[in-house]
């Protein structure tokens, strides 16, 4: 690529964290399993917990976003909140779910001048972004999350946070591995000099290893009914799998084969054949009409301190509150349905002028009162299910020669994406030895299984990408640690029908709201889409301002006469 690389540095001091999980973990439906093995080897090399660890990386410089229609319709959101008129009496909002959802929602409501307070049923903040520090003070994560130039939502929160420098920008490409051509990859480059479609178009006519052209030809044909018809007919494939849309516009089937199961697995962790054309079209619409889309960075450390602190700094700033180990237990209700409370594990109840749930859509089902659940608008949840993802870490002896400073679509079976972690994020920085992160995906056939189990099927996954360097018995490169972390429900699996099951944020309930990536917005099951929700959610609340206040003086009112 014809763009150069800056060099910076940074500090890392690995002391222990402020937010840590025991090893003996409580867990529910929906919630995080981690694990870990330690296999007793001696390392090569060992961070020094009293010294900070001087790291120095490449990064690529953050492209130009700013400019782009999405990042400024984004922007004017945000705007939006902190410009409104300052309440009289502040809301006092109560969510449940410190996930980015839950963060978003609080965030721009203290950004309006209301008081959130946001409750999370653990002691890690993040939801499907959390993360946790092992005895070695090495950190293990819920997922392989990637940023994308794409998500204008998520790039403005950075900046609002004045942490743009905490993302660490990957050259324009996109990486596959050659399952019949063992240790190799072939590559899409995105040339700077274009601008976009005629970028991706470049990357996409000059990758000759994966697609014939007859096979391209074919595909970009197939594509022009969706670049012509834009958002409407995106949103009507919704009812066809990516398998059976490309059938239909007679799209050959290696091109799904080829490119599509590594792209399905990454975007919902499903195959192409279970997976909805509408979640493929959304991501190569921004892909295709944004010049930076598919750019993709790195947080340059662990999402609970990296990302999830600087929110929750922020709100407290403003006069919010984040209280973590506040599990909600129930919902209570008013006699005219209205909610009255949250009821906590610990017996405690809390009550405010409005209500969030900002947890997964299975953990949500869960608390929904029994005198809601006929109500349409809930109802219709019960299509949407959270779909099963395994993260695997794995400690290596050694440093691995044949990997990227990028996210790799590994095209295995078994596996979705992977990373070298030690050499694409600073926190994680080692010049010695490797540490993959790896999405095993599907995984509805072995979230039950055990760890080493899956940790078997990894290797031998992995000994056909590194046919050089590792070797299913280890007889190669030796496994010095690994971590398995397991969500049983995960974000919701969006499969063809779903998204007008899929609820606006603004419940028909007076005072109680939604949010979440299955919630009502455009970037479907995704960090955006968490963050815009949460964005979608707290404007419904602040248009309702008017509303909870005259809802707040009956209960006062009512509250009086008992």
């Excluded at 800056?6 to 867990?27: E, H, P, R, T, Y």
């Excluded at 961070?47 to 004017?76: H, M, W």
């Excluded at 410190?98 to 609080?106: D, H, I, P, R, V």
Aim: charged share 25%; proline share 6%.
């Amino acid at each position: 690529m014809s763009l150069c690389g800056s060099v910076s540095a940074l500090s890392l001091n690995l002391q222990s964290s402020k937010i840590s999980m025991g090893s003996v973990l409580a867990f529910r439906s929906g919630e995080s399993m981690g694990n870990t093995l330690r296999i007793p080897f001696k390392k090569r090399s060992s961070k020094g917990a009293a010294c900070p660890l001087q790291v120095v990386c490449i990064d690529y410089p953050r492209p130009e976003l700013e400019n782009t229609v999405n990042f400024l319709e984004a922007a004017s959101l945000s705007a939006s909140f902190r410009s409104a008129s300052r309440p009289t009496k502040p809301l006092k909002v109560i969510i449940a779910g410190a996930g980015l959802a839950g963060l978003s929602t609080a965030k721009y409501l203290a950004d309006a001048g209301h008081k959130p307070i946001l409750l999370e049923a653990r002691d890690v903040l993040g939801g499907k972004v959390a993360a946790w520090k092992d005895d070695d003070g090495d950190w293990y994560e819920t997922g392989l999350h990637i940023f994308f130039g794409a998500y204008p939502n998520v790039q403005n929160l950075f900046g609002e946070l004045g942490i743009n420098d905490r993302l660490q920008w990957k050259e324009h490409s996109m990486i596959f591995a050659m399952p019949n051509k063992p240790g190799e990859f072939s590559r899409f480059d995105f040339p700077e000099v274009l601008p976009a479609p005629l970028n991706g178009i470049w990357a996409i006519l000059k990758n000759n290893e994966m697609l014939s052209w007859p096979e391209k030809v074919k595909f970009a044909i197939g594509l022009l009914p969706a670049m012509l018809g834009g958002q409407p007919y995106v949103e009507a494939q919704d009812g066809l799998s990516v398998k059976d849309w490309m059938r239909k516009q007679g799209v050959p089937d290696r091109v799904t084969e080829e490119v599509f199961i590594a792209m399905s697995k990454a975007l919902n962790f499903i195959n192409p054949d279970e997976l909805s054309m509408q979640c493929i079209l959304i991501a190569l619409n921004r892909f295709l009409q944004e010049k930076h889309g598919s750019k993709m960075a790195f947080l340059d450390g662990n999402p609970p301190e990296r990302l999830c602190m600087p929110i929750v700094n922020h709100i407290e700033s403003l006069g919010g509150e984040v209280r973590l180990n506040s599990r909600i237990k129930k919902i209570e209700l008013n006699e005219d349905g209205t909610v009255k409370s949250f009821l906590l594990n610990n017996g405690n109840t809390i009550e405010g002028d409005a209500y969030v749930v900002a947890t997964p859509v299975d953990i949500f089902k869960l608390l929904l009162p029994e005198d809601w659940r006929e109500i349409s608008y809930f109802k219709k949840l019960e299509k949407l299910v959270g779909v099963p993802v395994i993260n695997v870490h794995i400690w290596f002896d050694r440093k691995l020669k044949n990997t990227y400073d990028h996210l790799l679509f590994s095209r295995s079976p078994l596996l979705s994406v992977y990373a070298d972690m030690s050499v694409t994020c600073k926190e994680y920085y080692n010049p010695n030895q490797s540490m993959l992160e790896l999405v095993f995906a599907p995984a509805e056939e072995w979230i039950a299984c055990s760890d080493s189990e899956i940790i078997d099927a990894t290797m031998k996954e992995l000994a056909k990408l590194f046919p050089d360097e590792i070797s299913a018995d280890q007889s190669k490169a030796k496994v010095v640690k690994y971590h398995i972390v397991k969500t049983p429900r995960s974000v919701y699996k969006t499969v063809p029908n779903c998204e007008p099951c899929r609820p606006l944020q603004r419940s028909p309930i007076q005072g109680f709201y939604l949010a979440g990536d299955y919630t009502k917005q455009k970037y479907l099951a995704s960090m955006e889409g968490a963050v815009l929700s949460g964005k979608l959610c707290a404007q419904s609340i602040v248009q309702d301002y008017e509303l909870l206040r005259t809802l707040g003086q009956r209960k006062l009112t009512r509250a009086s006469i008992h």
